[in-house]
């Protein structure tokens, strides 16, 4: 099993372009997350998904939108980067609510 | 709003040393507690969880405590290694928050040999 993967691992953007950060897991998990890890910040969640066909916003979703594709998959979409979405962003995933979360190894965001 | 507080920030210890990481939140009212490790550079890795209902869990030589009322947890590090080293994050789940942990900025630790 590979448990949770993302993709890409390091991307960098200008200030307004687009992208996408791509989140599965082979685990049949329920629910799934997107959180964001800054200097000084901690980990925060931005969005949440805690059933296939469902989404919700956590702490910042600002600037963010999320694809809960199928059962496996969970995608987070930058519409216009800025600075302040650089960041390290995490992907995770729970059997179900409020249940031990398995986390992603990472994708590194750097916005000019 | 549910705020975490994890003291020491660094924490440094020669190996063998048995250690305890102290982690405090501001509201008591939470359905768990979740303890993590984090290597540089990784994702996390869950440890131990705590449902509120329950005083401590073990897994190896980890220990891991909850005081609900008084708003603190410990996880208890026995006979410390250097592969310990690494960031030990708790993150909360309070009763009103649905899925959103609240996690605290957490303790560096490193074990020397």
């Known amino acids: 099993n590979a448990g949770v993967t993302q993709t890409p691992k390091f991307q960098v953007l200008k200030t307004g372009q687009s992208m996408t950060l791509q989140c599965a897991q082979d685990?049949?998990?329920?629910?799934m997350y997107w959180y964001r890890q800054d200097p000084g910040m901690g980990l925060r969640l931005i969005y949440y998904?805690?059933?296939?066909?469902?989404?919700d916003k956590g702490e910042v979703p600002n600037g963010y939108n999320v694809s809960r594709l199928n059962k496996r998959e969970f995608s987070l979409r930058l519409e216009s980067a800025a600075p302040s979405q650089t960041s390290v962003y995490f992907c995770?995933?729970?059997?179900?609510?409020?249940?031990?979360?398995?986390f992603g190894p990472g994708t590194r965001l750097l916005v000019l | 709003k549910q705020e975490v507080t994890q003291i020491p920030a660094a924490l440094s210890v020669p190996e063998g040393e048995n250690l305890v990481l102290n982690c405090s939140f501001t509201?008591?009212?939470?359905?768990?507690l979740q303890w993590f490790r984090q290597d540089p550079g990784k994702g996390l890795t869950s440890l131990l969880l705590?449902?509120?209902?329950?005083r401590e869990q073990t897994s190896g030589r980890l220990n891991a405590s909850l005081d609900k009322s008084s708003g603190r947890s410990t996880l208890y590090i026995a006979a410390s290694q250097p592969g310990d080293s690494a960031t030990y994050l708790c993150?909360?789940?309070?009763?009103?928050?649905?899925?959103?942990?609240?996690f605290g900025g957490g303790t560096r630790l490193m074990v020397k040999p």
């Open positions: 995770a995933s729970a059997r179900e609510a409020r249940e031990t979360q398995y």
């Open positions: 685990m049949n998990h329920n629910s």
């Open positions: 998904s805690a059933s296939e066909g469902t989404t």
């Open positions: 509201d008591s009212a939470i359905y768990n």
């Open positions: 705590i449902q509120s209902s329950q």
């Open positions: 993150a909360v789940n309070p009763l009103n928050a649905g899925n959103m942990l609240t």
